[in-house]
């Protein structure tokens, strides 16, 4: 089946750095990834949807500017968490979606994640 | 707007024992339903997945759910539980578009 992979698995940097996290969808395109954030016990949390060449569409309370998404090609998508704080440190999700023609049935595959701690 | 309610944030069952994980949605328009797991550190794995046709749905590891229209729901069920089993499990809904709403999960708990 499709896999979709991230790197690095875990993170850990100090308050004030910038941290790249990548998504890629080793054996399918993806015209739209998806990051999600998860923190403990909960649910995950969508905070932006990328479409491949165009920019990230962010979810409701989602700074753009401090998380920042690049969607360059159709099997990579990045996420940028710029001057990163405590309160950043969560687990990152993405998914890719593979294209099958009809929207609602297309399966999304979900990366590993990766943990991200900032002291 | 959709939304998804999981009954349950912890489920405890004895290993061989059925397993039985609740969800409702919410929906204005036909959904899409879907149930993940996900291990500790690790991200989801689809288990199964509602589009349209059989209302009954099997998926893996021995796994099915049944969508309900008029009881708007989408249990996950599995006749006798394994210890390989106890994790996260998410429901989820998606109609038509790219978003995918997810319930607040329920970890399963399988005692030997």
């Known amino acids: 089946g499709a896999v979709v992979s991230q790197h690095p698995s875990r993170v850990i940097c100090k308050s004030g750095t910038s941290v790249k996290i990548e998504c890629r969808s080793l054996?399918?395109?993806?015209?739209?990834m998806f990051w999600y954030r998860q923190f403990p016990k909960q649910s995950l949390m969508l905070m932006a949807t990328?479409?491949?060449?165009?920019?990230?569409?962010?979810e409701q309370g989602v700074e753009k500017d401090k998380f920042l998404i690049n969607h360059a090609s159709l099997t990579l998508s990045t996420l940028t968490v710029t001057s990163a704080h405590p309160e950043d440190s969560s687990f990152y999700i993405c998914s890719a979606r593979e294209a099958t023609g009809t929207k609602g049935t297309d399966t999304q595959y979900f990366g590993p994640g990766t943990r991200l701690t900032v002291l | 707007a959709q939304s998804v309610t999981q009954l349950g944030s912890h489920v405890s069952v004895s290993e061989g024992a059925l397993v039985l994980l609740r969800c409702n949605y919410s929906?204005?328009?036909?959904?899409?339903l879907f149930w993940y797991v996900q291990y500790p550190n690790q991200g989801l794995q689809l288990l199964l997945k509602?589009?349209?046709?059989?209302?009954l749905v099997k998926g893996i590891n021995g796994f099915e759910a049944e969508f309900k229209k008029s009881e708007t729901s989408f249990h996950l069920t599995k006749p006798s539980a394994h210890m390989s089993d106890a994790a996260e499990y998410f429901c989820a809904v998606k109609t038509g578009g790219f978003k995918t709403i997810f319930g607040a999960g329920t970890r399963l708990f399988v005692k030997a």
């Open positions: 990328s479409n491949e060449g165009s920019k990230a569409t962010y």
């Open positions: 509602y589009t349209t046709g059989a209302t």
């Open positions: 929906s204005s328009v036909p959904p899409y």
């Open positions: 054996d399918f395109q993806a015209t739209t």
